[in-house]
C-alpha cells in the first residue's frame, strides 16, 4: 500500500511517501480501501513530538491520521453488518494512527455505513467522524439540553466545525461562533448554522453581556478563561483541544464555585475505549446531520504527495475548514 510514515519527529519535512506491506484484518477489524483521509490538528502534535513522552503515544516511523472514508476491502473473523465494496467512514481506532494509507485497519465497531447517503465522501469524512464525537461530549459530557445557548470557539476548526450542526440537530436554541479576526471574513461566508460569529479578540465587546449555558473551547489560553465570565449560572465549559499551543495554562477553582460553573474535558482517545456503547448511536446521528446539510464546512483536497503543505497550513493556520488527503 502507499502511506505518509512520520520518519522523525520535527517540522512538515519529517513526511515522507512509501510503500508498505497492506494490513490484514484481525477478529474484529476489516480493512478499508482509502479514498479520503482527514489531517487534523492532533496528527500535527504527533508529527512534532508533543507527546512523545506518554505512554502508548505513537514513535516513529508511524502513519498518521485518524478518520477515513473509503469502500469495505476484507472483513476479519466474526465481523457482520458490512460487504465487501461497501462505502464507508471510519474512526480512529488505532491509537490515532494509520490513516494517511491506500489501505487502513479498523475496529469493526468504529465504522459506519454510508450507503444510502448522498454524501461526498471528503465531506463525510471531514465531518461525520467530529460530529460523533461532538454528540458524545455534548450529550454525555457537557450535558447539553433543549432550549440551552451553545458558544463554539474556533468556530472554523476542523473539531468546532461539527458542534454547530450537532447542537441544532439536539435542540440548541442559539450556536454562535467566534474566530480570530483574521478569520472573520472567511466566517462570513460559511454554510454552518450559526446564528452568528464574532471576534474572539472582543469577545465582551461583540457579545454584548450575552451568557451562555455550554462553551466548546478547542483553543485554550485568554480564550479560556473569558469564558470562564460568560457562562451563565450553572453553565458548563467543555475543553475539547488547545489549538493555542498554552499548555500551562490554568483555571482558578474559586471561580467555578463562585460562578456556579462546571468545567469539563473531553478527549476522544481517552473517553471511546471505556464507552464503546455510545459510538454507533453517535455515528448514527452524526450520519443525520450532515445529510440534512448541518455540517457543510469548507473541504481542501491534496493527494498524499503534498501532506508536508497540509500540515504547515495546519500549523500556518490557513485553513478554513478541513484538509483531507487522497492516494490518487
Not at 128 to 146: F, K, Q, S
Not at 182 to 199: F, G, Q, R
Not at 229 to 240: E, N, P, T, W
Amino acid at each position: 500500500m502507499k502511506a505518509v510514515q512520520v520518519i522523525g519527529f520535527g517540522d512538515p519535512a519529517s513526511l515522507a511517501l512509501a510503500d508498505l506491506p497492506d494490513p490484514t484484518p484481525g477478529p474484529g477489524q476489516l480493512t478499508i480501501d482509502v479514498t479520503h483521509a482527514a489531517v487534523g490538528l492532533v496528527d500535527v502534535f504527533f508529527r512534532q513530538g508533543v507527546f512523545s513522552d506518554r505512554p502508548g503515544m505513537p514513535q516513529p516511523p508511524f502513519i498518521p491520521g485518524l478518520e477515513v472514508a473509503g469502500t469495505v476491502r476484507e472483513l476479519g473473523d466474526g465481523v457482520t453488518g458490512f460487504r465487501v465494496g461497501e462505502k464507508v467512514v471510519s474512526m480512529s481506532g488505532s491509537g490515532g494512527t494509520g490513516g494517511y494509507a491506500s489501505v487502513y485497519l479498523a475496529l469493526a465497531p468504529l465504522v459506519v455505513s454510508t450507503e444510502g447517503y448522498d454524501l461526498d465522501p471528503a465531506l463525510a469524512v471531514s465531518i461525520v467522524p467530529n460530529a460523533a464525537m461532538a454528540h458524545i461530549a455534548l450529550t454525555r459530557v457537557a450535558h447539553l439540553t433543549e432550549g440551552e445557548s451553545v458558544l463554539v470557539h474556533g468556530a472554523l476548526g476542523g473539531f468546532s466545525a461539527a458542534f454547530p450542526g450537532m447542537a441544532r440537530q439536539l435542540g440548541a436554541s442559539r450556536v454562535v461562533g467566534s474566530v480570530r479576526s483574521s478569520k472573520l471574513n472567511a466566517a462570513s461566508t460559511t454554510k454552518l448554522p450559526y446564528d452568528k460569529i464574532v471576534d474572539s479578540a472582543e469577545l465582551r465587546d461583540a457579545l454584548g453581556g450575552e451568557k451562555f449555558d455550554v462553551i466548546v473551547d478547542p483553543v485554550g489560553g485568554e480564550v479560556r478563561t473569558q469564558s470562564l465570565d460568560l457562562l451563565a449560572a450553572g453553565g458548563r465549559l467543555l475543553v475539547v483541544g488547545n489549538a493555542g499551543g498554552d499548555w500551562t495554562h490554568q483555571i482558578g477553582s474559586n471561580r467555578l464555585w463562585l460562578g456556579s460553573i462546571t468545567v469539563s474535558g473531553f478527549n476522544a482517545g481517552a473517553y471511546l475505549p471505556t464507552h464503546p456503547q455510545l459510538v454507533r448511536p453517535a455515528l448514527e446521528a452524526a450520519l443525520k446531520a450532515v445529510a440534512a446539510g448541518l455540517g457543510d464546512t469548507e473541504v481542501d483536497v491534496l493527494p498524499f504527495a503534498e501532506a508536508a503543505i497540509a500540515h504547515e497550513r495546519m500549523e500556518n493556520r490557513t485553513v478554513n475548514g478541513r484538509i483531507v488527503l487522497t492516494p490518487a
